[in-house]
């Protein structure tokens, strides 16, 4: 991925900031969008959008944890780094907790923010290549019956105990018909063993 198809996004309200903050990256090469509040925000960047995100961590209306906190249970892949003219270790750990890869207090040297963003940029393609192997997994998933998924659950929860006459006890049928099962289940998701398909689905549990 090019950087050139990467985007820094700016949310400060306040517009000495964003200005000089975008001018400074733009310079540097970097595409770079800013609003003056959360809601502008919300409203024209996607959910998955490529690049990164400096967040004020203090704003009227919708502030920078509460941003961060409606992103993530979009599901967002845009990494954060809070920024606060006013903040200190409570802040840093709070925006830390809240998922945010960074916290930097204003005024911050310009080359520290060029370097924390070029390692969000890394994180944010890490992300979205981690949602979209869940979402892959989830769409096979999806393909199996009723019954497929009961072998499946049954393989992933006991990983020890995955011979066709352990799993028929456990679901009361036939040897014979959890073979068949694991095949259909196999051919349906792409593997050959019972072991690739633990370690494919394995992750999700």
Excluded: W
Aim: glycine share 8%.
């Amino acid at each position: 991925m090019t950087s050139e198809s990467l985007v820094v996004f700016i949310v400060d309200d306040d517009e000495d900031v964003r200005i000089a903050l975008s001018r400074s990256l733009s310079k540097r090469g970097m595409r770079v969008e800013h609003f003056a509040d959360a809601q502008a925000f919300l409203n024209q960047v996607h959910e998955d959008a490529k690049g990164c995100l400096i967040l004020d961590y203090g704003m009227p209306g919708m502030d920078g944890l509460e941003l961060q906190d409606h992103l993530n249970r979009q599901g967002s892949t845009i990494p954060v780094i809070f920024i606060s003219g006013h903040g200190g270790i409570p802040e840093s750990v709070r925006a830390t907790k809240a998922g945010a890869i960074d916290f930097l207090e204003k005024p911050f040297d310009l080359a520290v923010l060029i370097e924390r963003i070029q390692a969000a940029f890394e994180v944010g393609a890490q992300l979205r290549s981690d949602k979209a192997r869940r979402k892959m997994l989830a769409d096979k998933r999806g393909l199996l019956t009723e019954r497929e998924e009961q072998v499946l659950q049954h393989i992933l929860t006991h990983p020890a105990r995955t011979s066709s006459k352990e799993i028929a006890a456990e679901l009361g049928i036939s040897p014979r018909t959890v073979e068949i099962h694991r095949g259909r289940i196999q051919q349906k998701v792409g593997v050959k063993t019972t072991i690739e398909l633990y370690e494919l689905f394995g992750q999700m549990q």
